[in-house]
């Protein structure tokens, strides 16, 4: 069976977002926090790129808004053709999306409409659950393995003969943590081919393994992998919405024609800054070796407090929480600073990474809620 079929997708979709239209349940389990937030405070929250993108890009940007009145298919084929060339692929396997959030979202769709089931380790980032949650599917989630890592095993023998999709998140959110590249390749061989596979790559410019650890090699290979990726992370475009999809062609024919506006989802601002910034390496370059530093001050501090945390491949880092205040989160806002604990981290914290500068503000201004009084406690 094709993982898509794209009729059903067509007509199922409408039903389900008739479906969410009446529906009164809401799903609560992802709240975001803190709710209103403000331009003044150190976000350590939402993984954003403190930088932005470069100068460059945004003059890019710019310029391209002289073009508002004009629809952005020359631009968006642009950009499709030199996502292509850069993964090898050709430009049918592209999708452009609002943010990977939108593939995300459709993937959860088309799991839910099917009253299918989502299988996912948990913790990891739940868009897609959510989603699929919202149009019907169940969610089974498998616990993480040693070091906060991803067991893919143990997501393989969890699979059924109910799974319509399989989500990994590498470099995982939250955890922070990577799966070796050759390992996660065995396993995305032996997922069924009727079952569909999304592998999210947000966060993979900032993979230790480089990208190399991306799964694109696999895709002219698997016919159920849809691996997505975003320009909001280390490009630092969040705030203009856009991310794409990676996939075989009847795949993104199918996502295509189910997501909102036919590909016109993403506005000229978005495409124009998405292409420069591939374009200027240079600076993404720079914002991981930036990320990278700051990592290392975050590192350096929970070793002095001792706090035990996971080697991050990201732009945060998930670390226990035991050591610190349990009141932590709401005293580093009242503090200026904006760190994140979703409702079911029981034991973790997630601590992005913002300019070095700023990790040292959080580094003194955190160590005085830790639990583990220490004669070096910085003030
Ligand atoms: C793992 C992961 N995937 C996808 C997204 C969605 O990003 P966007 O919709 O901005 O592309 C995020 C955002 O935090 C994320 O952490």
Redesign the pocket.
Known sequence: MAPFSRRDMLRNSLLASTALLFSTKRTNSFVRFPEIPKTDYIRLN??ENPYGPSPKVLEAITNSLQNTRLYPDDAISELKTKIAINQNLQSDQVLLTS???EV?SLLGMHAGIQKGEILTPWPS?P?LIEYGKSAGANIKKVDLGANETIDLNRVLENISAATKVVFI?NPN?PTSTELNTRDLKAFCRSVPQNVLLCV?E??IEYSTQGAAGSMVSLIKELPNLVI?R?F?KAYGL?GL?I?YALSQSHNIDALRRMHIGWEISTGIAAVTGATHALDDQQHLQYCVAQNAKGREILYRAFDEWGISYARSSTNFTYIRSEGFDPAIVSKMKDEGILITKWPDMTQHIRVSIAKPEDMEVFVKKAGRFTLHTKDHRRD
Do not use: E, I, K
Request: aromatic share 16%.
């Open positions: 939402w993984n943010g990977s959030t995300l980032f868009t998140c959110n999210d947000a966060y997505c975003t909001s969040a919405r991310g």
